[in-house]
């Protein structure tokens, strides 16, 4: 079983930073895009930061400039590392990984089950 989980979220005053960090876990051969998500209340999921294997990066253009992502790929973990948090940034924040699984290297995407960042003003 492939399961990706997230770390590291939590509440912190504008102005401030934190780091996420998601490690995926199982029978994975390799991992191609690994992303972050997010989802505020009552609004639609929208990708926030995605990378490739070979580093490769694309931002929301509202962070921009603030977050950062970066992956290790010898630990299948990607990190986001959000400075100058606004209180708009608050939301739950999602790990995707587009996997290659098995002997036939399957495409499995795995989405981890969300860590609550909150930014109080």
């Known amino acids: 079983q492939v399961q990706v989980a997230e770390s590291g979220g939590g509440l912190v005053q504008a102005g401030g930073s934190l780091r996420l960090s998601c490690a995926a876990s199982?029978?994975?051969?390799?991992?191609?895009?690994m992303a972050w998500y997010r989802q505020a209340p009552e609004k639609q999921r929208e990708m926030v930061a995605t990378i490739t294997r070979f580093g490769n990066t694309n931002y929301a253009d509202s962070v921009k400039g603030r977050f950062t992502i970066s992956r290790d790929n010898a630990k299948n973990t990607v990190y986001l590392q959000m400075n100058s948090l606004k209180p708009e940034d608050t939301a739950d924040y999602y790990c995707?990984?587009?996997?290659?699984?098995?002997?036939?290297?399957?495409?499995?995407?795995?989405w981890g089950r969300g860590t609550l960042v909150t930014v109080s003003s």
């Open positions: 199982g029978s994975i051969r390799s991992i191609n895009t």
């Open positions: 995707y990984a587009e996997t290659l699984v098995g002997l036939t290297y399957r495409r499995l995407e795995v």
